[in-house]
Nanobody, 116 residues
Framework: QVQLVESGGGLVQPGGSLRLSCAASGSIFSFSTMGWYRQAPGKQRELVAVITSGGTTNYADSVKGRFTISRDNAKNTVSLQMNSLKPEDTAVYYC??????????WGQGTQVTVSS
C-alpha cells in the first residue's frame, strides 16, 4: 500500500516562495513518475510539474521558470520549489505517484494561498 503525505503549504505574499514536499511509503518510489498537480476552487485539477524515474522534468507553461521539481530516491521524497508566487497559484496542491494504471496514487493535498 502506497501512501503519499504532502507538507509545506501555507499562506505567502505575492512574490514569495514556498517549498512543498511529498513523502512516499513503499519500495516502488524510484521506479515511479512523480508529479505535482493543483486544483483551484471551481476549476479542474491541472498538472504543475512531473519528474520521471530517470529525472526528466516537464512543467506547465504557467509555472516555467518559477517552479522546480526534484526528487530524492534515497529518501522517497519529491519536492516542488515555488518562487515568484502569484495569486493565481492559489490552489490545493496534490502529489501523485504513478507507474501504470495499477500503481497510480494521490496524496491528500496541501493548501497554498498567495495573498497580500
Amino acid at each position: 500500500q502506497v501512501q503519499l503525505v504532502e507538507s509545506g503549504g501555507g499562506l505567502v505574499q505575492p512574490g514569495g516562495s514556498l517549498r512543498l514536499s511529498c513523502a512516499a511509503s513503499g519500495s516502488i518510489f524510484s521506479f515511479s513518475t512523480m508529479g505535482w498537480y493543483r486544483q483551484a476552487p471551481g476549476k479542474q485539477r491541472e498538472l504543475v510539474a512531473v519528474i520521471t524515474s530517470g529525472g526528466t522534468t516537464n512543467y506547465a507553461d504557467s509555472v516555467k521558470g518559477r517552479f522546480t521539481i526534484s526528487r530524492d530516491n534515497a529518501k522517497n521524497t519529491v519536492s516542488l520549489q515555488m518562487n515568484s508566487l502569484k495569486p493565481e497559484d492559489t490552489a490545493v496542491y496534490y502529489c501523485r505517484l504513478r507507474i501504470n494504471i495499477l500503481y497510480d496514487h494521490w496524496g491528500q493535498g496541501t493548501q497554498v494561498t498567495v495573498s497580500s
